[in-house]
């Protein structure tokens, strides 16, 4: 249940950045940051047309580069004030950033038997856990809903994408983590039903 003290939309919409050329390599980018690759771009124009004649005029972004510069191509295209946000920024992955899991095997060889066993309290060596993201991302729900009229769109990461879809549902955590969140989807949230365009 949403607590009656926050300013969260009742509607909105929900995105991640495009595809990165980390993603391509499989790295961990968490708030370490990789240009947007031909397709990410493509991504986000892709985006912009579908959320075009929605009633969106605010885009609350994440300020991490690939987010960003996704949120910028699609405000551009509605024509809507650009709100940077950071709590919506990705999950910290602390020492593991930049690392592929293998690298991350080699430098952390328990870090993925631990993640398992806890996954959603484990937190990133020297980073973050998405039970202590939560909280994050509940703030940042707020915040865009204070710094928008009508339905925002908020750009964000795969990770982070999970826990705000999770806390406008209602979800528990293990059904936030079982959520996909895939790039080049529009997920819209109306009430607490959830729909993909």
Same mark, same amino acid.
């Given at each position: +249940?949403?607590?009656?003290?926050?300013?969260?939309?009742?509607?909105?919409? /929900?995105?991640?950045?495009?595809?990165?050329?980390?993603?391509?390599?499989? @790295?961990?980018?968490?708030? /370490?940051? =990789?240009?947007?690759?031909?397709?990410?771009? @493509?991504? #986000?124009?892709?985006?912009?047309? $579908?959320?075009?004649?929605?009633?969106?005029?605010?885009?609350?972004?994440?300020?991490?580069?690939?987010?960003?510069?996704?949120?910028?191509?699609?405000?551009? @295209?509605?024509?809507?004030? /650009?709100?940077?946000?950071?709590?919506?920024?990705?999950?910290?992955?602390?020492?593991?950033?930049?690392?592929?899991?293998?690298?991350?095997?080699?430098?952390?060889?328990?870090?993925?038997?631990?993640?398992? !066993?806890?996954?959603?309290?484990?937190?990133?060596?020297?980073?973050?856990?998405?039970?202590?993201?939560?909280?994050?991302? $509940?703030?940042? /729900? =707020?915040?865009?809903?204070?710094? !928008? #009229?009508?339905?925002?769109?908020?750009?964000?990461?795969?990770?982070?994408?999970?826990?705000? @879809?999770?806390?406008? $549902?209602?979800?528990?955590?293990?059904?936030?983590?079982?959520?996909?969140?895939?790039?080049?989807?529009?997920?819209?949230?109306?009430?607490?039903?959830?729909? +993909?365009?």
């Amino acid at each position: +249940m949403i607590p009656q003290d926050r300013h969260v939309p009742e509607h909105l919409f /929900l995105v991640r950045h495009g595809q990165t050329e980390w993603n391509l390599e499989h @790295r961990l980018q968490g708030q /370490l940051d =990789s240009p947007l690759t031909a397709d990410g771009i @493509r991504q #986000a124009k892709s985006v912009a047309e $579908r959320l075009a004649g929605r009633g969106i005029t605010t885009v609350c972004s994440s300020p991490l580069g690939r987010a960003l510069r996704t949120a910028v191509i699609i405000a551009d @295209r509605l024509d809507a004030e /650009l709100v940077e946000v950071p709590e919506l920024a990705e999950l910290h992955h602390g020492e593991v950033a930049g690392l592929t899991w293998q690298e991350v095997d080699e430098r952390f060889p328990t870090a993925r038997e631990d993640r398992a !066993s806890n996954r959603y309290g484990w937190a990133f060596p020297g980073g973050e856990s998405y039970a202590q993201a939560r909280a994050r991302a $509940r703030r940042a /729900l =707020s915040s865009c809903g204070w710094a !928008s #009229a009508g339905p925002p769109l908020l750009v964000s990461h795969e990770m982070l994408g999970r826990l705000l @879809r999770a806390d406008l $549902r209602g979800l528990d955590a293990a059904s936030a983590l079982s959520l996909r969140h895939p790039q080049d989807v529009v997920f819209e949230i109306d009430r607490g039903t959830e729909r +993909m365009l």
